[in-house]
């Protein structure tokens, strides 16, 4: 996890978007769990695999929102603007990247042979985790953006003066 902040910390120049992008994960994993109760297995080994794999989907999908909000509000939007203008944009590409995997998975996930039943727990914790993670950061993200850069403008105003 201290790789992939630290990766993404570099190329954005900032700490607190890496952090954005990177709560999504636990969403990912609730929703692998969830997953797996739905279905009736146990967590394996092989389900902290799918988690791994995971991650790595869902650390993507908030990357592409954030990295093209940035690259509005370098274009002269706000940054209310240029998430919203994220949200609208990346939404097909982010859901599209979701069923498609989720319906990929679907095979391997309803399998019943004997063979299949070694790697169901790792498609169960892609499959659902995806699902859920995705449906969670479509909103968190930018709501977290918004946040940040409230934040942010908060602390770089110049001092309100007090008339009395």
Known sequence: MMMIYLLLAIPFRS??????????????????????VMMGYSLSIMSL????????VVVNDSLVMI???NRRCREGMTPHDAIL????QRFRPILLTTLTTFCGLGPMIFETS???????PMAISLGFGILFATLIALI?????????????????????????
């Open 140 to 164: 968190l993200v930018p709501v977290l953006y918004m946040v940040v850069e409230d934040f942010r403008s908060q602390h770089h105003a110049p001092p309100r003066r007090i008339d009395s």
């Open 85 to 88: 203008a994220a949200g609208v």
């Open 114 to 120: 004997r063979q299949a039943r070694f790697l169901i």
């Open 15 to 36: 700490y607190s978007q890496p952090a954005i992008i990177m709560i999504s994960i636990p969403f990912g994993m609730i929703g692998a769990i969830i997953g797996h």
């Open 49 to 56: 695999f799918g988690v791994v794999a995971l991650s790595g």
């Open 67 to 69: 990295d093209f909000a």
